[in-house]
């Protein structure tokens, strides 16, 4: 099947260290972090960014190209001389997010804003082991990277005594106010994932990644399309991993 659909733009990375980025507080406040590191420090392909060309091109290579498919199927003409009128009016993107997944939404839509006309975003994550999120990092991170790196090199054992359904289920209980919905099916879904090869490799790469792009940081850029894609932001007020405060204060940097 050919289309002839728009050439996509070519992806602009920000430099690796990004000054006076504006930030958020859990209290609800503002700070401007002085340098905001985005680079992998183990420069791992488990990255914002590899996450958000993920999505983006999901979005056009089978979201955009079974509209496509389906456009000609319904007008009764060959898929091969669909013209450019029924390529290029292929509907935008409404991305759904939770949790970490947060920045990696956020930065799809910077690199391909075309794409996409809004953000639900769900229980955002703000990555509290993030240099720019800890405390005096100066004199803490070099404990907090000597944790990770004993993580990744003995930490296999420990990630495979944690991978069973009754501790997944005990440890969703803290941030689940209503204690029923940890049922059976919740715990499996998340712990499929967790069991398949590989798995731990990539959860410990994650909990070393201690950089990249937070929330405030991407709805204040000024490439951000706030107007063509608003952000929407739902939140439980009740979940103690979530600062109640910081997630209102949102309302201050982008559209929402």
């Known amino acids: 099947t050919s289309t002839t659909t728009k050439k996509r733009p070519t992806k602009v990375r920000s430099t690796a260290t990004l000054k006076n980025s504006p930030l958020g507080t859990a209290s609800g406040g503002n700070r401007l972090a002085t340098e905001l590191e985005l680079r992998h420090p ?8 590899t996450w958000a060309e993920q999505i983006a091109d999901f979005t056009h290579d089978v979201i955009h190209s079974n509209h496509c498919t389906d456009a000609g199927d319904n007008d009764g003409s ?11 009016a292929t509907p935008k993107v409404t991305l759904v997010a939770n949790s970490i997944g947060t920045m990696s939404s956020l930065q799809s ?3 391909e804003p075309n794409l996409f006309n809004g953000c639900l975003i769900i229980n955002p994550n703000f990555r509290e082991l993030h240099m720019a999120e800890v405390p005096l990092s100066s004199l803490t991170m070099p404990l907090v990277r000597q944790v990770q790196s004993l993580l990744r090199t003995k930490g296999h054992g420990l990630f495979a ?9 005990e440890i969703l209980k803290e941030p689940y106010a209503v204690v029923d919905a ?3 099916e919740l715990v499996q879904v998340l712990l499929d994932p967790l069991l398949t090869k590989g798995a731990d490799d990539v959860v410990f790469d994650t909990l070393s990644y201690s950089a990249g792009p937070l929330p405030e940081q991407q709805l204040s850029s000024t490439t951000y399309p706030k107007e063509s894609c608003p952000t929407w932001v739902v939140y439980g007020e009740a979940d103690p991993w979530t600062p109640k405060k910081r997630v209102e204060n949102l309302r201050n940097v982008g559209r929402m």
Not at 42 to 49: I, M, Q
Not at 161 to 169: E, F, G, R
């Open 42 to 49: 183990l420069n791992s392909l488990y990255n914002f960014y």
């Open 182 to 184: 940890v049922d059976d």
């Open 161 to 169: 005594s944690l991978a069973k359904p009754n501790t997944v289920k």
């Open 78 to 88: 060959n898929n091969d001389d669909i013209d450019e009128s029924v390529a290029t």
């Open 109 to 111: 839509i910077l690199d």
